[in-house]
């Protein structure tokens, strides 16, 4: 600060209410690094504790230049310091305003009641503070910064969160939670009042396709066609009333075909509840309603997940290990030895599938190696085999059957030399090797 020796806190902090009448708490976060564990209004009494203690021993000492300091900063004092100040003739006229805050810092306790207020409502289990609105006391507090050469205060912003989440949490009993809060209270400022942001309840569970012609995702073109009559996304947001929300997303590992049944252990998905009006959501009664409003996709949930786990789960595709049940035609029949061949020549085998033709128009053209566990097959008579096979995650089923035009090899196909088409498949479980094996 400009004609102030190095260290002086007090003559500092004079100089300061000598240009500024300021708060406690706007004076103490001059000072922030001092004092450490005290709120910036206990730092900034102190300072003023102090300094009164100093011009008081100085006006004793008939100091008229002590006398004429303390009438001129005399306001800036909360009113506990009425008695000390009157003893020395000096006539305290009430605590003036503040010049970053205007005092807001002083008046916590209606914004934090209205806070709590949205918590309960919402029913939150955890909430944080922003602030909005806010640029006047930023300003202000800037021009402070600049006149005193100041480079390691708080800033007013970050003492109005702390401060305000401070209050409503004792008020409401709900927790302040930085990494994962349930609700962002946004203070405005400049009207004194709160909106908030609820953040999306994001639930891990696994879903299951009953039927066929289900895609995962709503599938309409680009005219508004909707080319499939279910999906499970529309199932999943099928309890909007219940939840209160704006829209349900869903966040799978990986994804079947329309034609191919979920069955089974269900794929693993996290459902990202969005906007939640209300936060106490039961995963097993958002269960039952899911359930009871869909006769072909079914759920089953589990627990509240953070975003973190949601992308693990998401990714977690790549290290599935999956079991298909497939029914298979061939034009010419089927043998005893067709099955235990497929058996034989795909235990441990590693297959190499160039991107099927079906999908090429939005998958690039690469190779990619992929191994088959094992085949269980068994004739079923005449035309009909049915498989099941253990495949690695990512492997394109239907291709290992036919060939692809041999761009899957080796393939069942080319393995009893038969043209095969695949009538039915479906997931019959999803788990992770080494468990399957």
Known sequence: MPNVKEGDLINRALELLRRYPLCPSCLGRMFSSYLKGFTNYERGTSILTVLLMSLQEKVKNNDEEAKTTL??????????????????????????????????????????????????????????????????????????????????????????????????????????????????????????????????????????????????????????????????????????????????????????????????SGRPLALEIKHPQRRNIMTNSLEHCLNTRSEWVKFRLEKKISREEARRIKLSDKIHRKIYRALIYSESGFSDEDASLLEKKFNNVTVRQRTPTRVLRRRADIVRSKKVFWVKARVLGGKWMEVFIATEGGLYVKELVTGDNERTTPSFSEAIAKPLLVAELDVVQIIDYPNMV
Request: with cysteine; proline share 3%; net charge neutral.
């Open 71 to 264: 009438e001129k900063i005399k306001n800036v004092f909360p009113e506990i310091y009425k008695q000390s100040l009157e003893n020395l003739g000096v006539k305290w006229e009430g605590t003036s305003k503040c010049f970053v805050c205007g005092n807001l810092l002083l008046q916590l306790e209606e914004l934090a009641v209205k806070g709590a207020r949205v918590l309960r409502e919402l029913k939150a289990e955890s909430f944080v503070v922003g602030v909005s609105n806010d640029e006047e006391y930023v300003s202000r507090e800037d021009e402070i910064w600049r006149a005193f050469s100041i480079s390691d205060a708080e800033s007013i912003r970050n003492e109005l969160k702390r401060e305000i989440g401070k209050r409503i949490q004792s008020i409401s009993g709900i927790p302040v939670d930085f990494s994962n809060p349930g609700v962002m209270l946004v203070v405005n400022l400049k009207e004194k009042t709160i909106d908030y942001v609820s953040n999306p309840i994001l639930i891990k569970g696994v879903y299951l396709k009953l039927g066929r012609n289900i895609s995962q995702s709503i599938w309409i073109t680009p005219k508004k066609i909707k080319l499939v009559p279910l999906s499970v996304e529309e199932a999943a947001n099928s309890c909007l009333d219940y939840l209160m929300a704006s829209k349900v997303v869903i966040h799978a590992a990986g994804r079947e075909d329309v034609d191919v049944r979920m069955l089974g």
